[in-house]
T-cell receptor, first 116, second 116 residues
Framework: SAVISQKPSRDICQRGTSLTIQCQVDSQVTMMFWYRQQPGQSLTLIAT?????????ESGFVIDKFPISRPNLTFSTLTVSNMSPEDSSIYLC?????????????FGPGTRLTVT | GENVEQHPSTLSVQEGDSAVIKCTYSDSASNYFPWYKQELGKGPQLIIDIRSNVGEKKDQRIAVTLNKTAKHFSLHITETQPEDSAVYFCAASRYAGGTSYGKLTFGQGTILTVHP
């Protein structure tokens, strides 16, 4: 498995501001993902964070709103820009460790964001 | 794309009873099916998974079964305990070549409550 940490664990932000969430993994991983989980809902993939290149976004998510960086194999950031109350969610970092199986995927503890 | 349906949305059992959660998927090429447990305030935890080359997998009190023909898979928890109370998510993905698998598509989640 992998130990994944996220900062901050929670935050309350004013509308119109931006928040950057950090994800750090204790070992090298092949893939890193960012998910959103709205209250009482399932997990929605925002984007795949690609090391050294632009992230791959899912339908409905755009780089201007959710810029992502991944400068190395164990670290990534997600920024939620120009926030509105609709952005209040849990944001989850997820990784696939380097293993022969290549398919197991693990999640961080999440960042609980409230926008007022 | 893949679509995963999960039932029931809520499940209430008495301690010691068994619990079964079912998922169906639409993409016949999907071949990896993990289950996640999410406790309140935490990120999803991978608890068991199955690949399409096996029909059943067990790990102590939990088991997963897969019926490729019918395109459904199930999570079975025996001798339930109050600490099993959580939200459970199923997911599906397909092999993408080499050691790569495609993105996970999640079910809607099942809130399991185990009453002492």
């Amino acid at each position: 498995s992998a130990v994944i940490s996220q900062k901050p664990s929670r935050d309350i932000c004013q509308r119109g501001t931006s928040l950057t969430i950090q994800c750090q993994v204790d070992s090298q991983v092949t893939m890193m993902f960012w998910y959103r989980q709205q209250p009482g809902q399932s997990l929605t993939l925002i984007a795949t964070a690609n090391q050294g290149s632009e992230a791959t976004y899912e339908s409905g998510f755009v780089i201007d709103k959710f810029p992502i960086s991944r400068p190395n194999l164990t670290f990534s950031t997600l920024t939620v820009s120009n926030m509105s109350p609709e952005d209040s969610s849990i944001y989850l970092c997820s990784v696939r460790p380097v293993t022969p199986r290549g398919y197991e995927q693990y999640f961080g503890p999440g960042t609980r964001l409230t926008v007022t | 794309g893949e679509n995963v349906e999960q039932h029931p949305s809520t499940l209430s059992v008495q301690e010691g009873d068994s619990a079964v959660i079912k998922c169906t998927y639409s993409d016949s090429a999907s071949n990896y099916f993990p289950w996640y447990k999410q406790e309140l305030g935490k990120g999803p935890q991978l608890i068991i998974d199955i690949r399409s080359n096996v029909g059943e997998k067990k790990d102590q009190r939990i088991a997963v079964t897969l019926n490729k023909t019918a395109k459904h898979f199930s999570l079975h928890i025996t001798e339930t305990q109050p600490e099993d109370s959580a939200v459970y998510f199923c997911a599906a993905s397909r092999y993408a070549g080499g050691t790569s698998y495609g993105k996970l598509t999640f079910g809607q989640g099942t809130i399991l409550t185990v009453h002492p």
